[in-house]
């Protein structure tokens, strides 16, 4: 917390006025919210902000802030040129991707280096220039630093270890929602067993180790999501396992609950849809120790999924109906950071999902196009995925014209976006569009489909 900390910032802090760190966090996400930006930005991240330890904010809370005060600099905000930061031994005009802030994951070992502190402190959008620059989630995977690490063992571990595992969380989620999972999968596991290697060898205090566990819990939802949107449906179920495990021994209803909630999801995509309500349900009851509406109604809004999948109409709609009545109550300081993707989009496509499994492809159709309104086109991954969902609806409704323009539209963002699951989708709706070969727009989308380069 910055009240913990001298404060190297004093023009930031001044901004802050009265309002708590969580408080003004809060309203930093708001304000986010208004210009289509997700930051994940909490209590923790103005202390470090006030501290002095974030001396440029990434691109996204940049135009954030500017947006929350406008007619000030980044210099009138209290923080520095971001080519000061960020330009020592560049070439003009280039960048390098940062490492982990304070800590560093790298091909040899898990360390902290003082040097380093003030320059890898972002999480960062020069690893999305990176990735795409180098075309291939092999370069971001390495811009990740993403190696073996073995951990030291002359000593306990501290602050710069954990912030490394968090840091990590964050650049692998970061890289999904721009890209999605596939070739990040098999590099991303490495500082997983790194970061339960720090577990095993243990912290000085207590706070640290808690964590700690939510770090590494965190790390393997993430890691799983990757495995689970790649098509490895048994490696993400073991990686949630991993995570619900080391939520029970920590004690954290937090991480107990995303474990559930990435459960249900897995379930339900695994065609286990009363597994899916079980623990949708589990988590559920694991939320209700927090204070987050929106947490409760993604949860919730996975059990519809659930019963949608076992053909009960009933129970998915009175979900449904619950599931947005939750939602509608706003965000809170308490929900979760990595919630920032379930904004109105997703929760249109989660319904879009309900309908197309009830086989009511029209109503399906509506939602999943509402969705794809409404998803901010700099996660093109979530876009891509929106649109995927409704060319299949609408190829399903019988309107096969606009489920081939619809394809052209996903076809147009997989030069930026690698997920199986979403080539899997489009290669569903080719084959359900193929005795509508004479409808408008159909044949030139699965010759352009055929043609696309499938992920190995």
Excluded at 200 to 212: E, K, P, S
């Amino acid at each position: 917390m910055a009240t913990s900390r001298e404060v190297r910032n004093p023009a930031f802090r001044q901004l802050r006025g009265q309002r708590s760190p969580g408080e003004f966090a809060s309203a930093i996400r708001r304000a986010a919210r208004e210009i289509g930006e997700q930051v994940a930005c909490d209590a923790r991240y103005i202390g470090r902000v006030e501290a002095g330890e974030i001396r440029c904010p990434n691109y996204a809370y940049e135009r954030v802030f500017l947006h929350m005060f406008p007619g000030s600099t980044l210099k009138d905000l209290g923080f520095s040129d971001r080519g000061a930061v960020r330009g020592r031994g560049l070439c003009p005009g280039a960048e390098q991707p940062s490492q982990f802030h304070t800590g560093q994951i790298d091909t040899g070992q898990i360390h902290t280096s003082q040097s380093h502190t003030s320059q890898n402190n972002e999480e960062s959008d020069v690893l999305r220039r990176a990735f795409m620059a180098g075309g291939s989630a092999a370069l971001a995977a390495v811009s990740l630093g993403l190696g073996p690490a073995p951990v030291p063992s002359q000593r306990r571990v501290g602050e710069a270890e954990v912030s490394a595992v968090e840091a990590a969380v964050r650049q692998i989620r970061l890289l999904d929602d721009r890209h999605g999972a596939a070739g990040l999968y098999q590099r991303a596991a490495q500082p997983l067993a790194a970061a339960y290697a720090l577990l095993d060898a243990g912290t000085a205090r207590r706070t640290t180790a808690n964590r700690l566990h939510a770090g590494a819990g965190e790390l393997a939802i993430s890691v799983g999501w990757l495995a689970h949107d790649s098509g490895r449906f048994d490696d993400a179920r073991s990686h949630y396992a991993e995570a619900l495990a080391t939520a029970r021994v920590s004690g954290d209803p937090a991480l107990e609950a995303h474990a559930f909630c990435n459960t249900a999801f897995l379930a339900r995509d695994a065609g286990r849809p009363r597994e899916a309500v079980r623990a949708a349900q589990a988590g559920e009851r694991a939320a209700k120790q927090l204070s987050s509406p929106r947490l409760l109604s993604l949860l919730t809004l996975r059990e519809a999924g659930g019963w949608a999948g076992l053909g009960d109409r009933t129970a998915c709609s009175d979900t449904l109906v619950r599931a947005k009545s939750l939602f509608a109550q706003g965000t809170s300081d308490a929900d979760p950071e990595w919630m920032s993707f379930f904004v109105e989009a997703e929760l249109e496509m989660l319904e879009a999902q309900c309908w197309s499994a009830l086989s009511d492809w029209p109503r399906a159709a509506q939602h999943a196009e509402r969705a794809a309104e409404l998803q901010d086109p700099h996660f093109a991954r979530n876009l891509a995925l929106y649109r995927a969902q409704l060319a299949d609806d609408l190829a399903r409704a019988g309107a096969p014209d606009r489920a081939a323009a619809a394809g052209h539209q996903v076809l147009d963002l997989l030069d930026q976006v690698q997920s199986s699951r979403i080539q899997a989708m489009l290669a569903g709706t080719a084959r359900r569009l193929l005795p509508e070969r004479r409808a408008a727009g159909v044949p030139a989308f699965l010759e352009r489909h055929a043609s696309t380069p499938r992920l190995v």
